[in-house]
Structure formats: structure tokens, C-alpha cells
């Protein structure tokens, strides 16, 4: 079987992914993370070069907080045109309440997406965040905050945006196994001064370990925009696969 994934994977264009998976208080003390990569190039027919990589720190003081930071990049060209050109950074700290399954939170982004038209997008927010363990069924994640976000486009058309938006999320994890994770998030970031100015996100993750501390991740995403740049379309859907190594 794993030399079956193994083959799979080598005939599939790889991409980093952010990781969905949500992070509990105590599930790895200490000092942990994980690294993903891929490098792809075609000469002959087809002449394609795609790089991607992202990186994963967190430290869990196993008692009342965790706190990581995430980086990921994505580039690629073909025929020598850029088709691919986006960036991710994100920051999260997460604490305990008095009530054990009520967590807070805050945390701070910011992307590039040269193909939607996003010079920068910064977003800085707060949230409280319930969590429901169902082992049998699996554990559920409830989040509610709200968050500040700054955006700017490469286009001189679209016009800078200064937005305070709701953040309300739902996320799904179950383990199918000793070897293999299943997670789903959905969710939406309506704006204050207008609810009909949202982005909505649907991602699903497919965790499976290949070796060790190696592991296959597949990812699936539709999200939308109701208000992008102009010119550019409300949704765009992806399909990502890649490697994984924890440490």
C-alpha cells in the first residue's frame, strides 16, 4: 500500500498546503512542527516549473496556551509565463478560560495572490473558540471573533480596503485509524457595514502517514468572495496534494 501511494504521488503535481487541522491545548507539549515541499519540472512537450514549500512551528506549554506560526509560498510557470504566485504568514495564540472547552484566541495574517489581484491582505483578530470531543464520532471545533483587515491590490482600479469583519467558523476532525485523519473547516467573514460582502471558505484534509513521521496530505477547497478586484472571478476550487514530515 505504501509503495502504491508512493507511485501516486510522483505522477501528481505537488503543492504546499496550509495545514486545517485545529490545534489543541496539551496534544504535543513542548517545542513541535512540520514541513511540506515540492518542486515539479516538465521540458519537452510541456515546459512547467512549479515550486512550493511551507513551514510549521508551535510550542505548547501543556497546561494553559499554545501559540505557532505558519509560512507557505506557492510559485509556478508555464511556458514560461508565471501562472502561480501567492504567499501566506500567519500567527495564532491560543489560551484557556475558566470554563476547560472555551478557549480565546488571536492572530495575525497576512497573503499576497498575484493572480486575484491581492498586493497585501493583513488581517489582525480575536475569538473565543468551544470545542466538543466525541470520540466515537469525533471532535468538533465552534469559533466566533472578529478581526480587522487591510487590503491593497497590484491594480490601480481597486480601490485600498480598511474592513472590520465577523469571523465565524466550524471544524470537523476524526481519526479513521492509527494512520490516517480526517479534517473539514468551513467558514465566513461577513463585513459589518455590508453582510453581502463576505468570503466564504470550504477546505477538507485527508491526513495519511506513509512512514514514520512522513505523511500524504490531500486537500480540497472551494472558497468564494463576493466582492473581489475587478475583473476577477467570486470563487476559485483547488486540489492539493503533497508530503509531509512532522518534527
Known sequence: MKYLILIFVSI???YAV???????????????GALKGSFETQRGNARTDNYSASAKVQYDNNSSYVMWTEVAFNYGKSSGIVNTNNSFTHLRYIHT??????????????????????????????GLRYFINKSQYGKVYVGLGTFYEFLSYTTQIDPVEHNN?????????KELGENTKLTYLVYIQPSY???????????????????????????ISYNEDTKPAIGIKRTDAHQKTSFLYEF
Open 12 to 14: 501528481v503535481n505537488l
Open 18 to 32: 496550509v495545514s486545517i487541522a485545529p490545534i489543541n491545548i496539551g496534544e504535543k507539549p513542548g517545542v513541535s
Open 97 to 126: 478560560t475558566y470554563v476547560e472547552e472555551l478557549n480565546w484566541e488571536s492572530f495575525l495574517q497576512s497573503q499576497t495572490n498575484e493572480f486575484t489581484n491581492v498586493k497585501d491582505r493583513y488581517l489582525a483578530g480575536v
Open 165 to 173: 469583519r465577523l469571523n465565524a467558523y466550524i471544524s470537523y476532525s
Open 193 to 219: 457595514a455590508d453582510f453581502s460582502d463576505y468570503v466564504l471558505k470550504n477546505a477538507f484534509e485527508l491526513k495519511i502517514r506513509i512512514y514514520e513521521k512522513l505523511y500524504l496530505n490531500f486537500t
